[in-house]
C-alpha cells in the first residue's frame, strides 16, 4: 500500500522552529517530486513547497520563502521541511504529497496524498 507519513508538528511559539517530515512506502520514491501543503482554519488548502524528483531543485510560496527549507534523503525515504522564523500565520495542518511530475507545481499533478500534522504557531 502507499504510505506518506507525515509527522513533526506540534505547538511552538512565534519566532521558534518545527521540522516536518514526510516518510514514504509503497512506491519507487526516487521517481516522485514531494510537495508540502498546508491547510489553515477557515482557509483551502494552498501550496507550500516542492523538491523536483531527480535533482532536487525546490520551489516556495511567497509567504514562506526564506524562512522554510525543503530537502529529501532518497536513502530514508523522506523529505523534509524545516521551517524557522515561524509566525501565527503559518498555523495550519501541513500535507506532503506525491507527484510524478518533474516538478509537481500544480496541486492537480500530486498522485498520493498524506495524512496531515498539525502545526500550530501562537503569538
Not at 70 to 77: C, G, M, Q, T, Y
Not at 93 to 117: F, K, N, R, V
Request: glycine share 12%; net charge negative; proline share 2%.
Amino acid at each position: 500500500d502507499v504510505q506518506l507519513q507525515a509527522s513533526g508538528g506540534g505547538l511552538v511559539q512565534a519566532g521558534g522552529s518545527l521540522r516536518l517530515s514526510c516518510t514514504a512506502s509503497g512506491f519507487t520514491f526516487d521517481d516522485y517530486a514531494i510537495g508540502w501543503f498546508r491547510r489553515a482554519p477557515g482557509k483551502e488548502r494552498v501550496g507550500v513547497s516542492c523538491i523536483s524528483r531527480t535533482d532536487g531543485h525546490t520551489a516556495y510560496a511567497s509567504s514562506v520563502k526564506g524562512r522554510f527549507t525543503i530537502s529529501r534523503d532518497n536513502s530514508k525515504n523522506t523529505v523534509y521541511l524545516q521551517m524557522d522564523s515561524l509566525v501565527p500565520e503559518d498555523t495550519a495542518i501541513y500535507y506532503c504529497a506525491a507527484s510524478s511530475s518533474y516538478m509537481g507545481t500544480a496541486m492537480d499533478e500530486y498522485d498520493y496524498w498524506g495524512q496531515g500534522t498539525l502545526v500550530t504557531v501562537s503569538s
